[in-house]
């Protein structure tokens, strides 16, 4: 897997020029989204490809509030399996057209989206990107709700969302991707990756954090717990935790770490053939977690 540095995703969304993809939906992908103010995160997945009415869609979750059936179609259009008619609908147009809006369906609010034709620079946590595609928003059904804009990086995906509160906007910048073979990763003083392995006994689970400079991260728990790992199925239900059952004391403490890992085992004998998400973090003091990080599996 090659590790992706911040410095050279403008040669990755150069590829531009080539016919770029701005929605990536390659099996797996993953995208994480942090927002510094309240330090909330959201992520989106992609999952396993389904055929229906003789075209391939992708199943994806966390880009709407329920997961969805996407593909990208001919004109290079985000578009959705509408559920109820059986019919495709764009998701998400990435043609520019500032001359009027079109529908965006299936969010949190009622919205226009208004594809904007002058190019954008990214200055988030991953940038700078320069040509990223802009997506203005206009909400009709909700007052302190809904999306503002998006920002969509060419192979890459999706790198900025601002949404509406009652406290105000709220900017969402990525931080984390993992697209086909590349892994973006945005942390400013560690890498957290976990990778998960089929065994005789059961699936090796095994995370890892590195801080970037080799000098130690101190890291501050509220409990005796220090990590969790869940094992997802493919519709997002959770079939196994690590932590579920255990017993862990109720005191404050710290640990420096330059790097730090550990392994355990998920038991897999009851469970069927098919595709999984490992997810694993460090459970540091405060939510979310600072070092989170996923990684589909195939159960075989």
């Not at 997945?45 to 996407?70: A, C, E, I, K, Q």
């Not at 089929?198 to 090796?204: F, N, V």
């Not at 000098?215 to 990590?227: A, D, N, P, V």
């Amino acid at each position: 897997m090659t590790l992706i540095k911040t410095a050279a995703l403008a040669a990755m969304a150069a590829c531009s020029m080539w016919g770029g993809d701005f929605f990536p939906l390659q099996n797996g992908n993953t995208w994480t989204y942090r927002e510094s103010t309240t330090g909330q995160i959201f992520t989106i997945r992609v999952g396993t490809p389904v055929l229906t009415n003789d075209r391939v869609y992708s199943s994806l979750r966390g880009y709407t509030d329920s997961p969805l059936l996407v593909r990208v179609d001919e004109r290079g259009e985000l578009v959705v399996l509408d559920p109820e008619t059986g019919s495709e609908r764009v998701l998400t147009s990435f043609t520019p057209f500032e001359g009027g809006r079109w529908e965006a369906p299936f969010r949190q609010c009622d919205s226009l989206g208004q594809t904007q034709e002058k190019r954008a620079t990214h200055d988030g946590r991953v940038g700078p990107i320069s040509g990223v595609l802009e997506i203005r928003y206009r909400v009709i059904s909700c007052a302190d709700a809904g999306v503002l804009t998006e920002q969509y990086a060419e192979n890459i995906g999706m790198v900025q969302r601002v949404t509406n509160t009652i406290a105000g906007p709220r900017r969402f910048d990525l931080v984390y991707a993992r697209v086909g073979k590349a892994e973006i990763d945005a942390s400013r003083n560690g890498r957290f990756s976990v990778a998960a392995e089929q065994a005789l006994d059961g699936l090796a689970i095994t995370w890892r954090l590195a801080t970037s400079t080799g000098e130690s991260l101190r890291l501050q728990f509220s409990s005796g717990q220090e990590y969790d790992v869940i094992m997802r199925d493919d519709a997002g239900r959770v079939v196994w935790q690590w932590s579920a059952g255990r017993a862990f004391t109720q005191d404050f403490h710290e640990r420096s770490v330059s790097v730090w890992s550990a392994s355990v085992l998920a038991p897999i004998a009851n469970l069927m053939a098919g595709n999984y998400t490992v997810e694993s973090w460090i459970t540091t003091s405060g939510n979310p977690p600072a070092f989170a990080a996923t990684v589909p599996v195939t159960i075989r």
